[in-house]
């Protein structure tokens, strides 16, 4: 079966560092996102996007947090100065579009911003 | 986006069925019904969809009343895999933004 994957699966930095963050979504899907989940919090929405441009964005995603799709296969965040709060597992999800979006996540990564 | 409200937790045992209600009074014409499951550092994954009576898949059943202000997902026959939370949400089956709950955090015992 098809599945969302994403690397790393643990990324540790320094605050003020830049990340990226990567994933791989389900060949044939054309959305998009980007999620997070601080532990012991909710999941929440941070970008999707589709025919290579955000669709939609959270408050969270801010000028500190880019998305791109480099090349057929890759999703990437990247967030360009970390802070403390951005700790949190991110998760990447895709879908084949439709009139079911339903979204595939993919297993996360744990982000930890020293 | 329409609220939803479902208990923070449930105990069950193995070999029971577990049905885990959820409330959305304010749920709109447009507006589907959708469970996830979650297991602990993993991402969330899609169990069921409807809109209305019943719908039933390899994994669950999903009860809609005709009023559609709640919902129920059944779990037939839990085994001990089965432990996660199970976020209830409502929305435009269309919308790429999904609007997570606190869910329910199931625990199947032996």
């Known amino acids: 079966e098809p599945e969302v994957t994403q690397t790393p699966s643990h990324q540790v930095t320094q605050m003020g560092q830049e990340v990226i963050l990567r994933c791989v979504p389900i060949s044939n899907h054309l959305y998009f996102y980007w999620y997070r989940q601080i532990l012991g919090q909710k999941v929440e929405f941070l970008v999707s996007f589709y025919n290579n441009e955000i669709s939609e964005k959270s408050e969270i995603f801010d000028d500190q947090f880019s998305v791109e799709r480099p090349d057929g296969s890759n999703f990437t965040l990247k967030i360009r100065s970390t802070k403390l709060e951005d700790s949190a597992m991110y998760f990447c999800?895709?879908?084949?579009?439709?009139?079911?979006?339903?979204?595939?996540f993919g297993p996360g990564t744990r982000l930890t911003v020293l | 986006l329409a609220k939803t409200t479902q208990p923070i937790s449930m105990d069950s045992y193995e070999g029971q069925e577990v049905n885990i209600t959820c409330s959305h009074n304010?749920?709109?014409?447009?507006?589907?019904i959708t469970w996830y499951q979650q297991f602990p550092s993993q991402g969330p994954r899609f169990i069921i969809q409807?809109?209305?009576t019943k719908v039933t898949n390899e994994v669950a059943s999903l009860f809609i009343p005709a009023d559609r202000k709640s919902s129920t997902l059944s779990l037939p026959r839990v085994s001990l895999s089965d432990t996660a939370v199970y976020y209830c949400l409502v929305g435009d089956r269309q919308g790429d933004k999904l609007i997570f709950g606190t869910g329910t955090r199931l625990q199947v015992f032996p």
């Open positions: 304010n749920i709109a014409t447009n507006d589907y």
């Open positions: 999800a895709s879908s084949v579009g439709g009139a079911i979006r339903i979204k595939f």
């Open positions: 409807g809109y209305k």
